[in-house]
């Protein structure tokens, strides 16, 4: 089947809340899947993408942080992360899910993350910079938290509920 792009949910949304389940195996539908959410990254734009943020409460993400180059498309089944550096990095994140808000957050600067692959290989990287502050926001929403969990309440309402007037203007059309 040709890739899909799939639309992206909008934060607040009961399903981005959730805990996500493992997947059990790899079958034609998690490939199928997986090469939708990038073909749904890439139309975005985005640098990640989690299965939660298209309304799939599965543990997979993808991400593609090379800015210039080679594209380097990566697809991640139950990641997990193995350990964390102690020294911390803040990056001025944003969400597909919560668009055009921004607010930094501090992370471990890297993390060393085991996956299954959609070979059905289990893998292990250490990641650093964006793509370490990447791989945890995505993990984050495997696990039904997003980057303005680590905001205070005063801020975090707020976003919240531009994100629910941005909402109704676009149920209204
Ligand atoms: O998970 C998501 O919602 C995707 C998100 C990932 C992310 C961004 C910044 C820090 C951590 C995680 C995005 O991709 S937001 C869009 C974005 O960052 C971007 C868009 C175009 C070019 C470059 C970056
Ligand atoms: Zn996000």
Redesign the pocket.
């Known amino acids: 089947m040709a890739d899909m792009i799939r639309p992206i949910l909008i934060h607040p949304d009961p399903r981005l809340k959730k805990l996500c389940d493992p997947v059990a195996e790899i079958t034609p539908e998690i490939r199928q899947l997986a090469a939708d959410m990038l073909e749904t990254?890439y139309d975005?734009?985005?640098?990640?993408?989690?299965a939660p943020?298209v309304g799939v409460t599965k543990r997979i993400i993808v991400m593609d942080c090379i800015?210039d180059g080679e594209p380097e498309p990566m697809a991640l089944v139950n990641p997990e992360v193995i350990w964390a550096s102690e020294d911390l990095s803040t990056?001025e994140?944003?969400?597909?899910?919560?668009p055009d808000q921004y607010a930094d957050v501090k992370r471990p600067a890297e993390v060393k993350v085991r996956w299954l692959g959609l070979d059905g290989e289990v893998q292990e990287r250490q990641f650093a910079g964006?793509w370490a502050?990447?791989v945890q926001?995505?993990i984050d929403?495997l696990d039904g938290k997003l980057?303005i969990d680590y905001l205070g309440p005063l801020k975090r309402q707020m976003i919240t509920r531009k994100m629910e007037k941005l909402k109704r203007e676009r149920a209204r059309g």
């Open positions: 990254m975005a734009p985005g640098i990640g993408l989690a943020q800015k990056y994140e944003g969400c597909l899910s919560i964006l502050t990447c926001h995505e929403h980057f």
